[in-house]
């Protein structure tokens, strides 16, 4: 996996990046830590990453969604632990958002699952985790540097999910400034403090594939929705189910959501 790294010892800072992993790329910031703790941290991190990526990128043929979906068949398949624990988060969502977070972009009643295996009711289902891997991986990770006594952090995953991490409560948080892709306008500054900013949305170059599983039809205005969420994962779901909710679908799935934020914006 291609990295940089760097460790400034004046702010027991640490940095890194990865340019690709997951279809994207991957940067992190924590302090409080020496050189080889940092490094050690770090290290666990790459792992993870890695570890995902050969799990959940459908753009990757040999990793395990990337075989799921080319079994073009309804037969039992065996799946790791870990897919099957996110499968049934996906479907919590699924139920949660009235359907609209679907990773079948169609029905996610079409597979089943549990004990280890995963079956198909059509050969045509295809999963994408594309609305949500970035949040559970930052969900994961927010863990790890929390247990590791990590007080001050920000990680971001593809530019589009930015979880804060803020222990200290004098810590006024960080602050991150929300371009338009259309013209590179500020749109929006949030102020993070042990949150994650979400953002789903249409570029002039990337338009279309959010797509209502409901109808089939995809979202093709001009429009992104940013949420922010006291969990990673619920941000980064929510970001895309919201994109497709009409104002009262909307309504309906925040009510109770009480550290949920959500902004649709027309560029």
Same mark, same amino acid.
């Given at each position: ?20 992993? !997951? ?11 020496? *050189?080889?703790? *940092? ?9 993870? #990453?890695?570890?995902? +990526? ?22 039992? +398949? ?6 099957? +624990? ?38 045509? $289902?295809?999963?994408?985790?594309? %609305? ?6 930052? +969900?994961?990770?927010?863990? !790890? #540097? ?8 920000? $990680?971001?995953?593809?530019? /589009? ?7 200290? *409560?004098?810590?006024?948080?960080? @602050?991150?400034? #929300?371009?338009?892709?259309?013209? %590179? ?21 990337? /338009? ?5 599983? #409901? ?16 969990? *990673? ?13 009409? @104002? ?20």
């Amino acid at each position: 996996m291609e990295q940089s790294v760097e460790y400034v010892a004046e702010q027991r800072a640490f940095y890194a990046l990865v340019p690709n992993i !997951m279809g994207t790329r991957f940067e992190i910031i924590f302090y409080g830590k020496s *050189a080889e703790a *940092a490094q050690s941290i770090w290290a666990q991190i790459a792992h993870r #990453l890695e570890r995902w +990526h050969k799990m959940l990128n459908r753009f990757d043929a040999e990793s395990e969604v990337g075989q799921i979906n080319r079994q073009k068949d309804t037969l039992p +398949h065996t799946i790791s632990p870990e897919l099957e +624990h996110i499968l049934s988060l996906c479907k919590g969502y699924w139920e949660q958002t009235e359907r609209l977070f679907d990773i079948t972009r169609h029905d996610m009643s079409l597979i089943e699952f549990g004990e280890g295996v995963l079956r198909k009711k059509s050969e045509e $289902v295809v999963l994408d985790f594309g %609305g949500f891997a970035k949040g559970y991986a930052l +969900h994961e990770i927010g863990l !790890m #540097l929390k247990a590791e006594g990590i007080g001050r952090a920000i $990680v971001d995953f593809g530019r /589009s999910t930015i979880m804060a991490i803020n222990a200290e *409560a004098e810590d006024e948080g960080w @602050q991150i400034s #929300l371009p338009s892709p259309y013209d %590179g306008h500020e749109v929006e500054r949030y102020t993070l403090r042990d949150a994650t900013l979400s953002t789903s949305g249409n570029t002039p170059s990337y /338009s279309g594939h959010i797509v209502n599983p #409901l109808t089939g039809e995809p979202i093709e205005q001009r429009m992104m929705c940013a949420v922010v969420a006291r969990d *990673a994962i619920e941000a980064e779901v929510l970001s895309t189910a919201m994109m497709i909710a009409t @104002q009262e679908q909307m309504q309906r799935i925040v009510t109770g959501r009480d550290d949920v934020r959500v902004k649709r914006y027309n560029l």
